[in-house]
């Protein structure tokens, strides 16, 4: 069942691949350090967007500029988080962070490029030319979750709890924002490529928000070598403890189920987003 996230990613894989192109040489630089951070991982947030979309009776074609538009904002985070301003991190996805491999200001203009190149893509789309009332609202709805309203503000706290312990609602809201915000994006619009009602998407982007919660959970855990003292300084596992984390990761999975139930009440297939529940629960089996 699992074989979709391999094809999805591959479609995903190729449409960035084909959307990340230098038109002249004074772009070539930044074109090479946007595809050198946006090529790759596990595209879980286009995933999503894929397979709500699919399961409305949406085709890949249609809806694969919204998981391109996901999958540029989710490169463009990264690049920023990496930066020494921020989280300081030299190496992502086994290799050095774009601002290592091409300097600070180009990674700041790499990740800035794949921002507004977000939105491009889907606005420039046939699938936009089609039913350009979903694309606008799919963009709204992208900038919405990925500004200080989501993902940014979530940012922003984060860096404000850097050099202090916060409680445990405070993280939730850091995770709420910062993880789960993008994740219900996705969702929501891979229902809106499919034309859905606002029942619809509001019943995704819960199933996408208990996911996105889980997910953080489960990187939290897998970063836990069994020393709480080598924890991050707000992991859920330093919070929490690792047998209230693994549980809490479990509670959101089994209501996301729930969620999905209540789709299968209306006839649809929910088999693809079942399986990705039970990825999560791969994740985090044996650790």
Not at 86 to 114: Q, W, Y
Not at 173 to 180: F, R, S, V, W, Y
Not at 190 to 198: L, Q, R
Not at 231 to 245: D, F, M, P, Q, W
């Amino acid at each position: 069942m699992l074989s979709f996230l391999t094809d999805d990613k591959k479609i995903i894989d190729d449409g960035m691949e084909a959307a990340l192109v230098s038109f002249c040489g004074a772009q070539d630089e930044i074109v090479e350090a946007m595809r050198y951070s946006a090529l790759g991982g596990k595209r879980i947030r286009g995933i999503l967007t894929i397979e709500f979309a699919k399961m409305l009776g949406c085709i890949t074609e249609d809806v694969l500029p919204y998981a391109l538009g996901i999958e540029c904002v989710q490169a463009y985070s990264l690049v920023h988080d990496d930066l020494p301003c921020m989280d300081n991190d030299d190496m992502r996805r086994g290799k050095p962070s774009c601002h290592i491999a091409f300097g600070e200001s180009t990674a700041v203009l790499a990740g800035d490029a794949l921002l507004t190149h977000a939105f491009s893509v889907i606005a420039e789309s046939k699938a936009a030319e089609s039913h350009p009332e979903r694309a606008v609202k799919a963009i709204a709805k992208l900038a919405d979750y990925a500004g200080y309203r989501g993902m940014v503000g979530g940012q922003v706290l984060d860096l404000s709890a850097a050099e202090k312990e916060v409680s445990a609602d405070e993280l939730a809201t850091i995770h709420a924002l910062k993880t789960a915000a993008l994740m219900k994006a996705s969702a929501a619009m891979g229902c809106i490529a499919a034309g859905a009602d606002e029942e619809i998407c509001a019943l995704a982007e819960k199933y996408a928000e208990l996911f996105g919660l889980a997910f953080q959970m489960a990187d939290d855990l897998l970063d836990f070598n069994g020393n709480y003292d080598e924890c991050e300084l707000n992991s859920y596992v330093k919070i929490h403890g690792a047998e209230r984390t693994r549980s809490d990761i479990y509670s959101c999975i089994s209501k996301a189920g729930t969620v999905l139930f209540k789709f299968n009440e209306k006839g649809f297939d929910t088999g693809a987003l079942a399986a990705l529940l039970d990825f999560l629960i791969t994740r985090v089996e044996g650790v």
